[in-house]
């Protein structure tokens, strides 16, 4: 589903991806408030949103798209011309699984929706690593081991730990010695008893809940 107050923009996206023989457009909102009442209706496995809109903004239509869908919700990839902080970070505080600028590659776009639909989540690679630093500095400090945390097994709650200092999965396997796909295993389950469903809002629940490095 795309989400974009220019149709123009909408009509370059759909002829895009359609282009792309595993993804299908099925609809398209032109402001926050449509797209709330047309993803309630045709359930969407990913959207496409613009941030700012007329007529309600993507970050506040993100939000409350997720709180209408608890048991499937939609994976949201946030697309805008805007890079400032406040943007990625508000983001993935309304629960986007993903972040990427509109002046990226077709490909990348692409590779962007084929990810979060498998259910990796991801942010343009420019501000990965800022992003990740930068929600650990602006975050108040969580009590560590919250009670949410505690549900996790030791080894759960290690990935986790590793996942939002900003390691792949390689990387974890490499520092635990351990095989990367246990690594997957692991992080499924913790993913599967947090209720999130990909990496970045596993780290924005790390950083939530006090399991985050420090």
Request: with cysteine; hydrophobic share 45%; glycine share 6%.
């Amino acid at each position: 589903m795309l989400v974009d107050d220019q149709a123009v923009v909408r009509a370059g996206f759909r002829v895009l991806l359609e282009q792309a023989d595993d993804i299908e457009v099925v609809a398209e909102a032109s402001s926050g408030s449509s797209a709330v009442a047309v993803a309630a209706r045709l359930r969407p496995d990913v959207i496409c949103m613009d941030v700012r809109m007329p007529g309600g903004d993507g970050l506040t239509a993100t939000r409350e798209i997720l709180a209408d869908a608890p048991e499937s919700p939609p994976a949201i990839l946030v697309v805008t011309t805007f890079d400032l902080d406040e943007y990625v970070f508000g983001a993935l505080e309304s629960g986007a699984s993903g972040f990427i600028l509109k002046d990226c590659e077709p490909e990348d776009l692409i590779d962007a929706i084929r990810r979060l639909a498998n259910g990796y989540g991801l942010v343009d690679q420019v501000v990965t690593r800022r992003v990740i630093s930068e929600f650990a500095r602006r975050r108040p400090a969580a009590p560590p081991e919250s009670a949410a945390a505690r549900q996790l097994t030791p080894r759960e709650a290690e990935i986790v730990r590793l996942l939002a200092k900003g390691l792949s999965n390689n990387e974890i396997a490499d520092e635990l010695f351990i095989e990367t796909s246990t690594v997957k295993s692991h992080l499924g389950r913790a993913m599967t008893k947090i209720g999130v469903r990909d990496r970045v809002q596993t780290v924005v629940w790390a950083y939530q809940n006090g399991l985050a490095p420090s």
